[in-house]
């Protein structure tokens, strides 16, 4: 039966080839009025490249997406994406897009569950690192299936395991410690690990942190923002040992913020801070820690130093001591200051 105006063609190619079958439209016409053809795919039976003509015709696609690679629809997908997101949040989206080279010039059409998989397993990064991976995959993806350039999401079966809860034993050693002071003229940002095992601050709250939550002259540090309500606008004084960082930190930042990033005024997310910053540092150092690792550092040199449980509560920002006790130390710690000057 001949396919109705418009419809398409199958025919066989000539020679021995593994797939004859083609599939071809008619994208146009030339001056001479000859048809200009577009192939849209090739298949081993003649069945099977009907289907497909048949499956174009119910759903129709553009041609020209229909071979983009997974790197094309990643940029055609950011412009419009990134439009609404902040600075911050693109940094992370951009960070992880580094990631995906290995799929970048595979076309999207091309990509199944195992390439998918293979790349996520090679990465040997964090569940928070991996779970921005997935996101931004499961976007694109979906991306194309609303250009009807795929028909299936192989993105949703993709496995990335639990989150391991971080154990209340994984914290800098003394010699780790040392090791970060020793270095500290030769990464730019080895000086913001340091500040948070000296303030047990959360990374978010450090990240967020404005020159105007810094009083150089009382020694002292607002946390106005937490994810907790007893953790907002607590005090920390600041202690002598990273006297000098913060300081540094104040007269040179170019910003309201106290840290930015490496070539500009914006603040950091906890995204961009992790994977372009931290980690980078503690694999040159080779030391295994997390960033939250710094928190559960402070409170146990707090235990060990001997404070009292109200110091201890406070400057953590937890509703109660008991909570503060379970997660991060075992015994009561005495007063901020005198507290926290203990610590070495």
């Known amino acids: 039966m001949r396919n ?17 079958f083609a599939v071809r439209i008619t994208k146009g016409w030339t001056d001479e009025g000859k048809r200009i053809y577009k192939y849209l795919s090739y298949h081993i039976t003649r069945k099977e490249a009907m289907q497909a003509l048949a499956s174009y015709n119910a759903n129709p696609y553009n041609v020209d997406e229909s071979n983009i690679t997974f790197g094309e629809l990643y940029e055609k997908w950011s412009t419009r994406h990134y439009k609404n997101l902040s600075k911050n949040t693109i940094k992370g989206y951009e960070t992880c897009s580094k990631y995906c080279k290995p799929i970048f010039d595979m076309k999207i059409k091309d990509i199944k569950i195992v390439h998918l998989q293979n790349l996520i397993d090679g990465l040997n990064k ?6 921005m991976m997935k996101n931004i995959l499961k976007q694109i993806f979906g991306y194309a299936m609303e250009l009807d350039i795929i028909q299936k999401d192989y993105s949703r079966f993709l496995k990335i395991g639990k989150h ?7 914290i800098f050693n003394d010699k780790e410690i040392a090791v970060l002071w020793k270095n500290l003229d030769k990464y730019q940002y080895i000086d913001t690990i340091l500040i948070m095992i000296y303030t047990g601050m959360r990374v978010g709250e450090m990240l967020n942190l404005r020159k105007e939550d810094i009083n150089l002259i009382e020694q002292t540090i607002i946390v106005r923002t937490s994810k907790t309500e007893a953790g907002t606008n607590r005090i920390i004084p600041i202690h002598p040992r990273i006297k000098e960082l913060i300081q540094n930190r104040y007269k040179n930042s170019n910003s309201d913020h106290l840290i930015t990033g490496l070539q500009n005024r914006n603040s950091i997310s906890y995204v961009y801070y992790d994977i372009r910053l ?3 540092i503690m694999d040159e150092l080779n030391i295994k820690h997390t960033p939250h690792d710094c928190r559960h550092t402070f409170a146990t040199r707090l235990n060990d130093a001997g404070g009292n449980a109200t110091a201890i509560k406070k ?4 509703e109660s001591f008991a909570l ?3 997660v991060y130390t075992h015994k009561k710690v005495s007063e901020l200051r005198k507290a926290i000057e203990l610590v070495n």
């Open 4 to 20: 109705p105006n418009g419809y398409g063609s199958v025919f066989k190619l000539s020679g021995n080839r593994r797939k004859p």
């Open 126 to 131: 964090n569940h928070g690192t991996l779970k």
């Open 164 to 170: 391991v809860t971080i154990k209340q034993k994984s």
């Open 278 to 280: 931290f980690n980078p």
């Open 315 to 318: 400057m953590i920002g937890h």
């Open 324 to 326: 503060t006790e379970k």
